[in-house]
C-alpha cells in the first residue's frame, strides 16, 4: 500500500475517534452534525507542520495569527444552528475553510467571508480540490454580512464581537438563527439570535474563546486585541 494510503486510513481513524471521544461523548447527538464531522479531512485544511494534531482536541494555528477552532466548537456551533439540507447559511471568517466544508455537508448553499485575501485564498482552493461546490468563499469585512445573498436560514460567526453586528440578525430568514461568540478578548459567551418574523430572542450559552472579529468603528483591530 502506497504510503499516501496508509495516511489517509490513519487520518480517517484518527477522525473516527474524534466523533466518538470529543462529540458524542460530549453531547453532540445530531446524526447530520456526527456524519459531517465523520467526512470532512480536518488535516487537509492545516498545515503538514501541525498536520498529525489535526483530530487533537484543540484550536490550531492557520498563520496570519489566525486559528481552525477546536472539533467540539465546531460541532456544537453547526448543531445549534439547526440546519437541514434545504437551508442556505452565512458563514463569518473562513479562516482555513473547515466550517464552511462541515456546514457544506449539511446546507444546500454556504456563503463564508474572510478579511485577510491571502486566508480566502487558501480555503477557495483547499475547499474546490475537495469538490465542495456549493462554497462560496468571499473576502471582505463580514460585521456588514452579505446583504446581497440574504436572507440565511443560519449564521455562524467563528470569530469574537463585542456586540452583535446590528446587520447580521436582519440577514435571517424567518425561523433562522445566528451563533456568535460575544464578548471581550479574554473570555465571550456563544449567543444565539432566532427570528421569528419582526422579532428576535436571545439566549447565552456556553463560555468559549474566539480571535476577535475585527472591522470598522466599534470593533477591536488586530494589534488592539
Ligand atoms: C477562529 S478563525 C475561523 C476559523 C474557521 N472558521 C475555520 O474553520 O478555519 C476566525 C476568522 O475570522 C476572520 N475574521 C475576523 N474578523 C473578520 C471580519 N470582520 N470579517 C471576516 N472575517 C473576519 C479572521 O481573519 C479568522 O480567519
Given at each position: 500500500?502506497?504510503?499516501?494510503?496508509l495516511?489517509?486510513?490513519?487520518?480517517?481513524?484518527?477522525?473516527?475517534?474524534?466523533?466518538?471521544?470529543?462529540?458524542?461523548?460530549?453531547?453532540?447527538?445530531?446524526?447530520?452534525?456526527?456524519?459531517?464531522?465523520?467526512?470532512?479531512?480536518?488535516?487537509?485544511?492545516?498545515?503538514?507542520?501541525?498536520?498529525?494534531?489535526?483530530?487533537?482536541?484543540?484550536?490550531?494555528?492557520?498563520?496570519?495569527?489566525?486559528?481552525?477552532?477546536?472539533?467540539?466548537?465546531?460541532?456544537?456551533?453547526?448543531?445549534?444552528?439547526?440546519?437541514?439540507?434545504?437551508?442556505?447559511?452565512?458563514?463569518i471568517?473562513?479562516?482555513?475553510?473547515?466550517?464552511?466544508?462541515?456546514?457544506?455537508?449539511?446546507?444546500?448553499?454556504?456563503?463564508?467571508?474572510?478579511?485577510?485575501?491571502?486566508?480566502?485564498?487558501?480555503?477557495?482552493?483547499?475547499?474546490?480540490?475537495l469538490?465542495?461546490?456549493?462554497?462560496?468563499?468571499?473576502?471582505?469585512?463580514?460585521?456588514?454580512?452579505?446583504p446581497?445573498?440574504?436572507?440565511?436560514?443560519?449564521?455562524?460567526?467563528?470569530?469574537?464581537?463585542?456586540?452583535?453586528?446590528?446587520?447580521?440578525?436582519?440577514?435571517?430568514?424567518?425561523?433562522?438563527?445566528?451563533?456568535?461568540?460575544?464578548?471581550?478578548?479574554?473570555?465571550?459567551?456563544?449567543?444565539?439570535?432566532?427570528?421569528?418574523?419582526?422579532?428576535?430572542?436571545?439566549?447565552?450559552?456556553?463560555?468559549?474563546r474566539?480571535?476577535?472579529?475585527?472591522?470598522?468603528?466599534?470593533?477591536?483591530?488586530?494589534?488592539?486585541?
Amino acid at each position: 500500500m502506497a504510503p499516501a494510503e496508509l495516511e489517509e486510513r490513519d487520518f480517517a481513524h484518527l477522525r473516527h475517534q474524534m466523533v466518538e471521544f470529543q462529540l458524542r461523548r460530549r453531547g453532540i447527538a445530531d446524526p447530520k452534525v456526527l456524519r459531517a464531522m465523520e467526512c470532512v479531512p480536518r488535516h487537509r485544511f492545516v498545515s503538514e507542520r501541525v498536520r498529525w494534531a489535526a483530530y487533537d482536541d484543540e484550536p490550531l494555528p492557520i498563520g496570519l495569527g489566525q486559528t481552525i477552532s477546536q472539533p467540539y466548537i465546531v460541532a456544537r456551533m453547526t448543531e445549534l444552528l439547526q440546519i437541514g439540507e434545504a437551508s442556505r447559511v452565512l458563514e463569518i471568517g473562513t479562516g482555513s475553510g473547515y466550517q464552511a466544508a462541515v456546514l457544506a455537508e449539511i446546507a444546500r448553499e454556504v456563503w463564508s467571508i474572510e478579511r485577510h485575501v491571502e486566508l480566502a485564498v487558501g480555503a477557495r482552493e483547499i475547499l474546490r480540490g475537495l469538490g465542495y461546490e456549493t462554497v462560496h468563499v468571499v473576502s471582505g469585512d463580514g460585521t456588514l454580512g452579505l446583504p446581497e445573498h440574504a436572507p440565511y436560514d443560519g449564521i455562524l460567526v467563528a470569530a469574537a464581537a463585542p456586540v452583535v453586528p446590528a446587520p447580521l440578525p436582519e440577514q435571517l430568514a424567518d425561523g433562522g438563527r445566528l451563533v456568535i461568540p460575544v464578548g471581550d478578548a479574554f473570555s465571550q459567551l456563544l449567543r444565539i439570535v432566532i427570528r421569528t418574523g419582526g422579532t428576535f430572542r436571545e439566549r447565552d450559552l456556553l463560555g468559549v474563546r474566539f480571535v476577535p472579529l475585527v472591522g470598522e468603528k466599534g470593533y477591536p483591530s488586530e494589534e488592539g486585541r
